[in-house]
């Protein structure tokens, strides 16, 4: 009989711990609201990179959701250069 482990998200799937798993989360639902101002405000990859202060490729890297490639710091740092404000809040679990 095959043993199968069901997971409360891919994170908690792929994270060795809840913490990682969390941080994981955090970053890609950053990146997804990153993303998605970009494409309303229908900037290129160029025109994005340069409001940013980051390369044409790092932000390709964003834009496609690499997330192992970008700490919550350097999207804070994306974020606000983007004009917006970072809000993190704590759920009880």
Request: proline share 2%.
């Amino acid at each position: 009989m095959i043993n199968i482990e069901t997971y409360n998200s891919v994170w908690d799937a792929i994270s060795d711990t809840p913490e990682q798993a969390a941080n994981l989360r955090a970053r890609a639902e950053l990146m997804q609201q990153i993303a998605a101002l970009i494409k309303a405000n229908e900037w290129t990859q160029i025109e994005a990179a340069n409001r940013c202060g980051v390369t044409q490729p790092r932000m390709s890297d964003l834009l496609r959701g690499r997330v192992s490639r970008f700490s919550l710091d350097a999207l804070v740092n994306i974020a606000t250069a983007l004009g917006r404000r970072v809000h993190f809040e704590l759920e009880v679990a």
